[in-house]
């Protein structure tokens, strides 16, 4: 059924099933896609250097 009003749609990434292979950016019909794929490490962030592992042996907690 047709409202005769503008729809809006959002994309939505489900993580459980999305593999980053950028498929959905590169078939978005729209000139700027509406959705972009990031490299995995910058979308999840990478580990401080400086951080210790408090369960690992070791004196510095990096072994």
Known sequence: MRTG????FLPTVH???C???GKCEKVC???????KVLPLSLAKGVLGHHYRFGWLEGKDGKS
């Open 29 to 35: 019909v729209l000139e700027q896609p509406a959705i």
């Open 5 to 8: 009003k503008h729809a809006r």
């Open 19 to 21: 593999t980053g292979c």
């Open 15 to 17: 993580s459980d099933a």
